[in-house]
């Protein structure tokens, strides 16, 4: 490996993580106040800017609240940074490291964009082009759980440490959900790389919207049967994803109305603001996982996308930053859907969230798995062959539904 | 995988190992284990096995090791702290880990020097003549690169199909058994 490329890849981490992803979490806070201003009424954070009536003018210059987030960290910068006596103390300094560096390292298998070629080098716009991509997203963000649970745990108080219990718990029981659920979509592309499940998505219509690049591997009657796994996928891929970033409806974990803060109540100043900046962090990743895997990640989509790869100036060419444009239009859309939601939907019951989880998505995405391997082997099977499956897919369903129906009959009375 | 990764990542294990006998404080023992774990995934992605590694963090540092967490904080050991060391475990423990070096040293010196074949090109391509053309894997290996989660796949569902099944319903079973038992109501 030459210099060259250590700097190649020195510079797409400094940019990609520290440029683009780090800076979207004070982006996500201020939609997060203005919209849900918005939604309730309100006006929001406004006011911050160059205060000319200081200087004898008539009016305040503000940059409509845009500023109102660089304010905020500021603030959280400058307060007292206070360590309770009873903490645990290497646990209590440990714990928002936790939380944030999981989620930054993710970003590494995310594809911004189609790749850039300048002098006939060519330079695909991800940091690590891995085999294994949303695995490996799984994987590292599942140890952002150590975070919340030591955080509970180590600020030695009930409140936070009943927060870092549900946390986890619920964090555990969603990554089942989230992890079989995605197995439909990786069985359609047959490939775990998301770069080039991007790419396919690109040349044969996204996978929630296969409306174009037709060809005899990809005919548009296999494409429309699979939409109905692909929606079901999303749906809850999508749901857990909120469940797994302790987003409201879910967020139980820091239910202030009844655990105060949740797991970050000892915590202030700096500390605190490294657990919200996890969670957005985290907010942010997921939203890129969703639109990488259902919604075509930087592709422009209806057959424009080769169109825009072939952009160039002389030897630069510059597609890449237009899909990486499209990228992130589509991220900022999904995190106002994000937020959209927090302020839409009341808060689910701690028993409603776990039922939701184990009963309903664990067997739903089950059954999922089974209805997109037939739909995706049918064309090389028989009729009856695919008559049988339906049938054991549709008793498996009802069996399934009807012990789910049952198990919920008579509370038991449990041995003491 | 370059030396000095290799020697990074057994560092990082050996003093996870090390941390978790040495901590007093279970919490503390038990992310040393996560450590140990990380290393251990580090030393098979160094190996080219990306998907064993993944797994590796996935199941063993993401849901079990949580789980472990999970439950020492919830059982609150005090006690464990406090207690002193008593000679005979520690003498024990140390005629276990100088038998296991024994056998180790056995086996590998009586196992051949061999060194393990480059991935490089002519040998994945080589690799791929026993896979049917077009297939995944074979244009992958002839381009030059690992696709370790398809050849495992492939193992798997080909060669070992009908243990991978009977596993399945053991764990089954084991599942099934676990809930019966704990929800055993009174008559």
């Known amino acids: 490996m030459d210099l060259l490329q250590i700097a190649i890849i020195i510079t797409k981490i400094i940019v990609l993580t520290f440029l683009v992803v780090l800076p979207l979490v004070p982006v996500c806070v201020y939609f997060e106040r203005r919209f849900s201003a918005v939604i309730q009424d309100r006006v929001g954070p406004n006011r911050v800017g160059i205060p000319l009536t200081l200087l004898g003018f008539k009016k305040d210059f503000h940059f409509f609240g845009l500023i109102q987030p660089i304010a905020d960290g500021l603030k959280l910068f400058l307060k007292e940074d206070f360590t309770p006596a009873h903490v645990r103390k290497v646990f209590y300094w440990m714990a928002p490291v936790l939380t944030v560096v999981p989620a930054l390292i993710t970003v590494c298998v995310v594809p911004f964009g189609s790749p850039i070629s300048l002098f006939g080098h060519c330079e695909k716009l991800v940091i690590a082009d891995l085999d294994i991509g949303p695995l490996f997203v799984f994987s590292v963000a599942s140890l952002s759980i150590y975070g919340i649970t030591l955080a509970g745990w180590s600020s030695n108080s009930k409140f936070p440490f009943i927060g870092g219990v549900r946390s986890t718990a619920q964090m555990i029981s969603y990554e089942i959900a989230l992890g079989l659920s995605i197995i439909p979509v990786l069985m359609y592309f047959g490939e775990l790389n998301l770069s080039n499940i991007v790419q396919q998505q690109a040349d044969h219509g996204w996978l929630l919207l296969p409306l174009w690049g037709h060809d005899a591997d990809h005919t548009l009657t296999s494409k429309l049967l699979f939409w109905f796994p692909a929606a079901i996928a999303f749906l809850i891929f999508t749901i857990s994803i909120f469940a797994e970033t302790n987003r409201m409806p879910f967020d139980l974990p820091e239910c202030e109305t009844e655990l105060v803060g949740g797991y970050h109540t000892e915590y202030s100043s700096m500390k605190f603001a490294m657990f919200f900046m996890g969670e957005y962090a985290a907010m942010v990743i997921g939203s890129a996982m969703i639109i990488t895997l259902f919604l075509g990640g930087w592709s422009i989509g209806f057959g424009l996308d080769a169109y825009v790869a072939k952009l160039h100036i002389g030897d630069f060419y510059f597609g890449g930053f237009i899909h990486m444009g499209c990228f992130l239009t589509k991220l900022i859309g999904f995190i106002l859907f994000f937020i959209l939601v927090r302020w839409t939907v009341p808060r689910f019951r701690y028993d409603q969230l776990m039922k939701l989880g184990w009963v309903v998505f664990f067997e739903a995405a089950l059954i999922n798995v089974f209805l997109a391997a037939l739909i995706v082997a049918a064309p090389e099977l028989k009729t009856a062959i695919i008559g049988i499956g339906a049938v054991l897919l549709v008793v498996l369903t009802a069996a399934v539904i009807w012990v789910a129906k049952v198990s919920e009959e008579t509370p038991k009375v449990l041995r003491a | ?187």
């Open chain 2, 1 to 187: 995988m370059p030396s000095y990764l290799f020697w990074l990542f057994s560092t990082v294990m050996l003093i996870g190992g090390a941390a978790v006998i040495a901590f007093r404080n279970p919490v503390a023992s038990a992310l040393s284990v996560v450590t140990c774990f990380v290393g251990l995934a580090g030393l098979f992605i160094g190996l080219s096995a990306f998907f064993v590694g993944v797994i590796q963090i996935l199941v063993y540092t993401g849901a079990v090791m949580v789980l472990f967490l999970f439950i020492i904080m919830l059982l609150d050991l005090k006690d464990e702290e406090k207690r002193a060391k008593s000679l005979a475990p520690v003498a024990a423990g140390l005629g276990l880990v100088v038998a296991f070096f024994v056998q180790l040293i056995g086996i590998l010196s009586r196992s051949p020097n061999l060194t393990a074949p480059a991935l490089d090109n002519p040998v994945l391509a080589a690799a791929a003549a026993g896979f049917p053309q077009n297939s995944k894997i074979a244009i992958s290996l002839n381009q030059g690169k690992l696709p370790d989660v398809h050849l495992i796949g492939h193992t798997l569902f080909t060669q070992y199909n009908l243990p991978l099944q009977i596993l399945g319903v053991l764990l089954l079973v084991a599942t099934i058994g676990v809930v019966v038992l704990s929800k055993r109501q009174a008559d």
